[in-house]
T-cell receptor
Framework: DVKVTQSSRYLVKRTGEKVFLECVQDMDHENMFWYRQDPGLGLRLIYF???????EKGDIPEGYSVSREKKERFSLILESASTNQTSMYLC????????????FGPGTRLTVL | KNQVEQSPQSLIILEGKNCTLQCNYTVSPFSNLRWYKQDTGRGPVSLTIMTFSENTKSNGRYTATLDADTKQSSLHITASQLSDSASYIC????????????FGKGNQVVVIP
């Protein structure tokens, strides 16, 4: 079974803090993705990576950065958290190719106070 | 603009009844369409995948249809169960890039006894 794990299910941070969200997959997938999900807006792509040390901006990269030093691990970084970054964050991974399913982690619900 | 529209936004159905969820898309170039099920507090899980040449695909009590000419898809749930209460997300894959997706906002289904 494919497994995508995220470091925290719930996280509460204060405005201005640096926040790290970690994602690990165990299926040797090339692609990894970070999304945020907000009521009424659906899933929106923040960043994705198709190889180690490679990254590309998604639709809403502002205020975020990412790191992929190892194939199985993809980190999302909020350099200075703001209240409008309160959201559900979902990580996903997949093999290369348009027919391959993206497998999602359980999500991290981040609240920024 | 690439868009995926779903209707109805939410619905309540009695246990044992059937329901149909709709998805219209304007994604181009089209590769495939998936329906994902997302239980509350969890990540989405793929139910079906349909390519350009497929009209119907079933997964247990879930049946998806695709009309590539009119760019419409539906997900039919037969003999609903309480465990079908979830958000159902229509996801369209582009035929280029590293598995980039366009997401609908989801159909929220609540099954009541």
């Amino acid at each position: 079974d494919v497994k995508v794990t995220q470091s925290s299910r719930y996280l509460v941070k204060r405005t201005g803090e640096k926040v790290f969200l970690e994602c690990v997959q165990d299926m040797d997938h090339e692609n990894m993705f970070w999304y945020r999900q907000d009521p009424g807006l659906g899933l929106r792509l923040i960043y994705f990576s198709y190889d180690v040390k490679m990254k590309e901006k998604g639709d809403i990269p502002e205020g975020y950065s990412v790191s992929r030093e190892k194939k199985e691990r993809f980190s999302l970084i909020l350099e200075s958290a703001s209240t409008n970054q309160t959201s559900m964050y979902l990580c996903a991974s997949s093999r290369q190719g348009v027919y391959n399913e993206q497998f999602f982690g359980p999500g991290t619900r981040l609240t920024v106070l | 603009k690439n868009q995926v529209e779903q209707s109805p936004q939410s619905l309540i159905i009695l246990e044992g009844k059937n329901c149909t969820l709709q998805c219209n898309y304007t994604v181009s170039p089209f590769s495939n369409l998936r329906w994902y099920k997302q239980d509350t507090g969890r990540g989405p899980v793929s139910l079906t995948i349909m390519t350009f040449s497929e009209n119907t695909k079933s997964n247990g009590r879930y049946t998806a249809t695709l009309d590539a000419d009119t760019k419409q898809s539906s997900l039919h749930i037969t003999a609903s169960q309480l465990s079908d209460s979830a958000s159902y997300i229509c996801v369209v894959s582009f035929s280029y890039g590293n598995n980039r997706l366009a997401f609908g906002k989801g159909n929220q289904v609540v099954v009541i006894p």
